[in-house]
Structures are given as C-alpha cells and as structure tokens.
C-alpha cells in the first residue's frame, strides 16, 4: 500500500488475480503480509554556533527521516553507515561534526553492525521512530536518538 501498512484483502486478491495466469501450473500464489522491523539509531551532533540549532536540529532529522522512509526502503534492504553519515552531512552548513553510536535492528545486540551495514530480510522493511534530543552540557555536543 502507499505510504506503508499492511495490504488489504482486497489487494491480496487482485494480486492472486493479476498472478493466477503467470503462475506454473502446479503452484499456488500466496500473499504475505510484510515484516516491519525498527531500526535504533544514535548519534552526537556538534553545531556550528553561528547556525541556528533549532534548524540544523530538524534538519538532521528530516534527512534521516527521508533516508529511511517508506519510498526510500524496499524488500531486502540494506541500510549502509556511510549513508548515514552522507545524509547528516549533506546538510548544507551547521554541521561541525557527527558520530554515529549506534545502528541496529531491533532484533540485534550489536550497537554496530560487523562491515558497517544492517541486512533486511526478502520479507522486511525498516522503519524508524521519532528522533529525540539531549544536550551534553559539558562537550555541548547535541545527542541524537531514534529508539526501536
């Protein structure tokens, strides 16, 4: 369905239907639902302090939000740390530094994943929460927080 959820009975049957031609004579069409599996992430953040925080704040949070949408993501999906980071420092200024500290399925007891990239299932699809905010008072740095 667009914009994520489950597929309806309705669809399930138009898309048996769609299939019923296509398929080999000796088989039966079976439609699953999808596996929505969250994703935990985290980070620290240092702004620029001629930047307005509030804004670089929302807009590290709209760029992992659209990297991990549900247009962006697919069946099998692989979410790379590098991606993470390119999406934080695509940020056009504000952004002095960013560390990533954590990138796990909701399913892991790693905070990082071995080769820096979290595999999803032929039947998954990741999904985020919403990011949070916490200021460290002593680097000043700004912590960042998606939760599974």
Do not use: H
């Not at 048996?16 to 031609?21: A, G, I, P, S």
């Not at 704040?57 to 697919?74: C, E, R, Y």
């Not at 952004?95 to 790693?110: F, G, H, I, Y």
């Not at 299932?121 to 927080?145: A, C, F, M």
């Amino acid at each position: 369905p667009i914009g994520g959820g489950y597929p309806s009975d309705t669809l399930k049957d138009d898309l048996r239907n769609y299939y019923q031609d296509k398929r080999m004579v000796s088989t039966k069409v079976d439609i699953k639902d999808p596996s929505y599996i969250n994703v935990c992430l985290s980070g620290e953040l240092e702004i620029d302090p001629y930047y307005y925080t509030e804004q670089v704040k929302q807009q590290v949070a709209d760029a992992i939000t659209k990297l991990l949408s549900f247009d962006n993501v697919d069946f099998e999906f692989k979410l790379y740390l590098s991606k993470v980071y390119e999406a934080i420092e695509s940020i056009d200024g504000g952004v002095v530094s960013t560390v990533v500290t954590k990138m796990a399925r909701q399913d892991s007891v790693d905070d990082l994943p071995a080769g820096g990239t979290l595999n999803f299932g032929w039947d998954e699809i990741p999904v985020i929460r919403t990011i949070s905010w916490e200021r460290d008072l002593v680097t000043g740095k700004w912590r960042w927080e998606i939760p599974c």
